[in-house]
């Protein structure tokens, strides 16, 4: 019996920055989890609605780490309602929406939940689900779709006056 030959996966690292083109997000850093079977992006100040007898959800979203500087108001349709466990066992009913992940150019829908994250490390999960059958993850490396262009940060007049010149940057997508 001969071998099938499996198709050819791309390889990413266990940290990638990806676009969510649906929501209006061109980066956002994403911790790639093989442990984790669903995804999950950070969220906040969720409140349903519905449009046309189907149910939404709009929300607002802290794309970059360990800063609230930039919101992101987005809205979805809710596939369901989907009761999670965290890493500490702790359980949580989540709705979870369907939206178009970006990465290494290819683009497809992936179901997210929407959890708040900001005691988490990363603002958006890519579990296993989402992946599967389209990349190999390479756990002892990042960023293989590269890392967005940093901007270069303003300096005050008594910052240059005080310090030499140094650039200062900072990592916003």
Do not use: C
């Not at 990806?18 to 950070?42: E, M, Q, Y």
């Not at 890493?87 to 929406?97: D, E, F, H, K, Y």
């Not at 296993?128 to 002892?140: K, M, Q, S, T, Y």
């Amino acid at each position: 019996m001969a071998k099938q030959s499996k198709p050819e996966l791309r390889v990413i690292g266990w940290r990638e920055w990806v676009g969510l083109p649906d929501l209006g997000i061109k980066k956002i850093k994403a911790k790639v989890d093989t442990g984790a079977r669903s995804s999950s992006l950070h969220a906040f100040d969720l409140h349903e609605f519905e449009k046309e007898g189907v149910k939404w959800v709009r929300f607002k979203i802290h794309p970059l780490q360990r800063t609230a500087k930039r919101t992101i108001e987005a809205s979805a349709e809710i596939l369901e309602y989907r009761t999670v466990r965290s890493s500490s066992g702790a359980t949580q009913l989540r709705p979870v929406i369907v939206t178009q992940v970006e990465l290494l150019g290819i683009r497809w829908p992936v179901e997210l939940t929407l959890a708040n994250r900001d005691e988490m490390g990363f603002r958006m999960l890519l579990g296993r689900e989402a992946f599967r059958r389209r990349f190999l993850v390479d756990a002892g490396n990042s960023f293989f779709g590269g890392q967005p262009k940093r901007k270069k940060k303003l300096k005050s007049k008594s910052q240059s006056k005080q310090q030499p010149a140094v650039n200062h940057t900072t990592s916003e997508p």
